[in-house]
């Protein structure tokens, strides 16, 4: 299985447990950059970890060759999942410092870049909406660390997750499920939560066949 994670300037946080993780259940990782690659490569799978996309939004924003690309592979059905930074790349707009950037657009949502932080500290969610990573019932602790907030969009979304200690994306809610993407502002410690990396891995087979 070929997954692909976004690795530049613009997103850089990843536990290596979790990306150890993946590759022990067969996965081979192979990092891309949104700020410099042109062309999607082959792909089954797209990791999308944490980072500073506020920061290079407008680059982000310019490479509109690779996010079209990426958005056409999601809406076929892509399995994704996405935390934080990567939640933020994937909405439709990124507003930083006043400035609107057009993102990839697989989420309905526009994110703005704030000030102050939005959520700092430990996060214990609950699974308890049918989604392709978690049975529900299972809990999931991670931790969140965000400047930024979902202003429009966040009233409709289906999402997964029901917060029981931290912030998430509002309104004690986390995880939003679109198709095959899992998006969240929860990073996860692949040790605890040992489904993680299987039903990523076997979603990515699914997807394949």
Not at 151 to 172: C, D, E
Request: proline share 5%; net charge positive.
């Amino acid at each position: 299985m070929l997954f692909r994670s976004l690795r530049d300037k613009a997103f850089s946080f990843y536990y290596p447990e979790n990306l150890a993780a993946l590759e022990q259940q067969g996965a081979t990782l192979v990092f891309i950059s949104p700020l410099a690659d042109r062309e999607l490569p082959a792909i089954n799978a797209l990791y999308a970890g944490g980072g500073y996309p506020e920061e290079w939004a407008g680059q982000l924003a310019a490479n509109a060759r690779l996010r079209t690309a990426l958005a056409a592979r999601i809406a076929d059905g892509l399995p994704v999942w996405a935390e934080c930074g990567g939640l933020m790349y994937l909405a439709e707009t990124l507003i930083t410092r006043g400035q609107r950037h057009a993102m990839v657009g697989a989420l309905p949502i526009v994110v703005e870049q704030t000030e102050r932080p939005q959520a700092h500290g430990y996060v214990e969610t609950c699974v308890d909406t049918e989604n392709p990573f978690f049975a529900c019932g299972t809990r999931l602790r991670g931790h969140e660390f965000h400047n930024s907030r979902i202003r429009h969009g966040s009233a409709g979304l289906k999402t997964a997750l029901s917060v029981r200690s931290g912030k998430g994306i509002g309104q004690a809610r986390d995880g939003i499920i679109a198709d095959r993407v899992f998006a969240s502002y929860l990073h996860l410690l692949a040790p605890g939560a040992p489904e993680w990396a299987p039903a990523f891995v076997r979603l990515a087979r699914q997807a394949r066949a």
